[in-house]
């Protein structure tokens, strides 16, 4: 005799007994955009709803630069730097810097003629000195102006020794009398003196520079050398610059913001911050690949990237899913095929039944 169970039988079936979040490493995939940034290794980023000042957690690193400079995702969440403050790039011009300090690393032909001394030098007449060379220096207006340098091979002793140069300066034309020094160099055609010179601005000004700097300008020459082979610029610097405009953003593997600018110049402005939790799988899912900390999480532990076990951040690519879209097709073809032959199995069963039921 059958007999069929109870009404409150739940049945023979199956029920979820829970959700389980993958938070493994995703392949990682380049892309054009530099603001494009990939957690490599463990961690999160920290983004913040400007409206809302909730807080979320997220490793999708596709983000952008608004309008008022913020760094943000598509939903216009703020990415936060390490001290969990929003990013906000600098928006406003660079402001020009007037040039202090210049350097000049150079080598005088050894095998120069003598062409005269100080006295006899004139930056107009070109037999009196035998090489020149122009560097170009800034005002405090970012106002460019060039400074054109003399070197005189002379002999101050009247000896066998012809290893002595004066340096002469001039600007607009004009002989800067505060800009000269002499270099004296050894058998070896290295420095034996320690020259020094210092443009002074009221030199400058005088010579129709607006604005220099108010201390002058301190030249280096310490690295100059006089070896038996051509006249040679083999360095130039100099700390002045005009204005400029952002012209981009890099980001490095520490999460070093660094913006640069159209002149040349670039600021390291910020370090880009990530979180870790001691239990990933009790953080909440908001959707939009958005996570929120809860009790079951724990706090947020704050780090920076390649620091305390975090990952390094990757610009310019960014992290795909860690779901195999292939594996879970070919499971769910299987689960398919599973379930016909279930349900083969179930129609089997109840021909059976029909055939019992209809003996008599």
Known sequence: MLF????????????????????????????????????????????????????????????KINSSGYIVNAGLQQLMDKSGSPIQLLTTQMPAQATSKASMQFNLNAQDAITGTASTFSPTDTTTYNRSTQ??????????????????????????TNDTWNVFVATNGQLLPSATTQLTFD??????????????ASD???????????????????????????????????????????????????????????????????????WNFNNDQGLKPVGNNDWK???????????????????????GALEESNVDLTAELVNMITAQREYQANAQTIKTLDQVMQTLVSLR
């Open 135 to 160: 560097v170009t220096a800034y005002d405090a207006k970012g106002s460019p102006y060039s400074l054109t340098y003399y070197f005189q091979k002379t002999n101050p002793t009247g000896g066998s």
């Open 187 to 200: 058998n070896k055609g290295l420095l034996s003196n320690t020259p020094a010179m210092t443009i002074s």
């Open 4 to 63: 069929r169970s109870g009404a409150n039988q739940v049945g023979i079936g199956v029920k979820q007994a829970g959700v389980a979040q993958q938070f493994s490493q995703g392949n990682i995939t380049a892309t054009d955009n530099p603001m494009d940034l990939a957690i490599n290794g463990s961690g999160f980023f920290q983004v913040t709803d400007p409206s809302t000042k909730d807080t979320y957690y997220t490793r999708n690193g596709q983000f």
């Open 204 to 274: 400058l000004q005088a010579a129709g520079v607006g604005n220099p700097n108010a201390g002058g300008v301190a030249v280096d020459l310490t690295k100059a050398t006089e070896f038996g082979t051509d006249f040679s610029i083999n360095n130039v610097t100099q700390d002045g610059y005009s204005p400029g405009q952002r012209t981009g953003v890099a980001i490095d593997a520490y999460g070093n913001v660094t913006v640069n600018y159209s002149n040349g110049q670039s600021k390291l402005q910020t370090q880009i911050g990530l």
């Open 293 to 315: 900390a809860t009790t079951a999480s724990g706090d947020p532990i704050p780090g920076t990237p390649g620091a305390g076990g975090l990952g390094a951040i990757q610009s």
